[in-house]
């Protein structure tokens, strides 16, 4: 069965770096596009980045273009989100995402804290 298991969440200062790791199971990673969502406290998920197959095509949420970059490893069955420049408002639950047969699947998420 699908799965997706996030890493590489934890607490950093404004301003800091952090790199997100999704690793996926269970479908043919190569022909599916991926996702990163976030929701913050008290509010919606929403999309942060998502990557076409093979890495063709990317889409950024307005509040992180330019900082944050998707990017994807076939050979590890692995989608990655380096955050750079990170803001208090980039404090969020991170979950990976793919789209497959018509059903969503999630990973359990993986918290990021921005605060000094």
């Known amino acids: 069965q699908v799965q997706l298991v996030e890493s590489g969440g934890g607490l950093v200062q404004p301003g800091g770096s952090l790199r997100l790791s999704c690793a996926a199971s269970g479908f043919t990673f190569s022909i599916y596009a991926m996702s990163w969502y976030r929701q913050a406290p008290g509010k919606e998920r929403e999309l942060v980045a998502r990557?076409?197959?093979?890495?063709?095509?990317?889409n950024y949420a307005d509040s992180v273009k330019g900082r944050f970059t998707i990017s994807r490893d076939t050979s590890k069955n692995t989608v990655y989100l380096q955050m750079n420049s990170l803001k208090s408002e980039d404090t969020a639950v991170y979950y990976c995402?793919?789209?497959?047969?018509?059903?969503?699947?999630w990973g359990k998420g993986t918290l990021v804290t921005v605060s000094s």
């Open positions: 990557i076409t197959t093979l890495g063709g095509s990317t």
């Open positions: 995402n793919t789209h497959k047969n018509g059903m969503d699947y």
